[in-house]
């Protein structure tokens, strides 16, 4: 190979690879700038089409109890306003959209895949769903750094939702 051609390699080269190099560090930068992938299961109200979620008077009708025991939290309050969209307000608003939940009640269909049950989750699967509207005064990823988040310790340890009956 001659100089003159080496030259021309190198030169060939860098016109490529500097680019590339280029882009990569861009998309290293952005992945670095996006918020960590939000927890599945709070993609379940992402994915919620209107259908999704059933009347709130059906909830009462098998979860007699649940029913009364939220109504009697301070939450509900600010969260039974029956103006408010179902993933916004209401049980659904923490349980997720339940349509598939009683089309899924068979004896031999597994009963808690399609609701929200937080005696079943994972700590940061419960945390995800409070932050879906507790995320003013804390952010997520603050929250992850917490001592309290990372000894596994949730916030339904602190705060009780369904409050019993006086
Ligand atoms: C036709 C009856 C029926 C309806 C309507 C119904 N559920 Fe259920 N639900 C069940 C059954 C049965 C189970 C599984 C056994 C159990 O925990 O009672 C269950 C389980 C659950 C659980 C998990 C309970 C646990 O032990 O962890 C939650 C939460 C729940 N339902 C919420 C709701 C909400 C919210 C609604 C209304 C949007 C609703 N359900 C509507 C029958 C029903
Ligand atoms: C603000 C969030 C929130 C709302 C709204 C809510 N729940 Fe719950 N629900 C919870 C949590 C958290 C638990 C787990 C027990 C606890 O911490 O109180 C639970 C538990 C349950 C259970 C299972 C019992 C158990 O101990 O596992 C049922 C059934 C239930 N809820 C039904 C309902 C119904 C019906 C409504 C509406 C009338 C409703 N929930 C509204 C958060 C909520
Ligand atoms: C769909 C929205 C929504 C979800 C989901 C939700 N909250 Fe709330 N919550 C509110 C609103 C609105 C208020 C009243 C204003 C405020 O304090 O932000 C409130 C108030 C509260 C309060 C103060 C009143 C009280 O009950 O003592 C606590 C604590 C709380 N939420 C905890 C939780 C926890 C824990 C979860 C998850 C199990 C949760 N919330 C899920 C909307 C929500
Ligand atoms: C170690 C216990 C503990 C944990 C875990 C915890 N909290 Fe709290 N939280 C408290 C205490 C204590 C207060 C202040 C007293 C109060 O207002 O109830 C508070 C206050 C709040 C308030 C404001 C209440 C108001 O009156 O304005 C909200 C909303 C809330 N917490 C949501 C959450 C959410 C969402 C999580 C999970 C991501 C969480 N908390 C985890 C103990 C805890």
Same mark, same amino acid.
Request: hydrophobic content about 20%; aromatic content about 12%; overall charge negative.
């Given at each position: 190979m001659k100089v003159g051609q080496s030259w021309r390699m190198t030169i060939l080269c860098l016109a490529f690879v500097c680019p590339l190099l280029g882009l990569f560090a861009v998309s290293l930068a952005a992945t670095d700038k996006k918020a960590k992938p939000s927890v599945s299961i709070v993609s379940r109200f992402d994915k919620a089409k209107p259908d999704d979620y059933l009347d709130e008077g059906m909830c009462k009708d098998c979860h007699e109890y649940s029913h009364k025991s939220w109504h009697n939290s301070p939450h509900a309050l600010f969260q039974s306003d029956p103006k408010k969209p179902l993933g916004q307000g209401g049980c659904q608003s923490c349980h997720g959209p339940a349509a598939e939940h009683v089309s899924h009640l068979? %004896?031999?269909?597994? %009963?808690?895949?399609?609701i929200i049950s937080f005696t079943r989750l994972k700590p940061d699967e419960t945390a995800a769903v409070c932050m879906r509207c507790h995320n003013d005064t804390m952010t997520r990823r603050h929250w992850e750094g917490t001592s309290h988040a990372r000894a596994g310790v949730t916030c339904t340890a602190c705060h009780q939702l369904h409050w019993p009956a006086p």
């Open positions: 068979k %004896p031999d269909a597994q %009963p808690f895949e399609h």
